[in-house]
């Protein structure tokens, strides 16, 4: 799956799954 297409799963970020897509 794209990382583009697919919302951060860690839960670590602010906002968890509702934050922008992590692009590394």
């Known amino acids: ?3 583009s297409a ?5 839960t670590s970020a602010p906002g968890g799954a509702f934050s ?5």
């Open 1 to 3: 799956m794209p990382a």
């Open 6 to 10: 697919q919302p951060v799963m860690t």
């Open 20 to 24: 922008p897509p992590l692009v590394t």
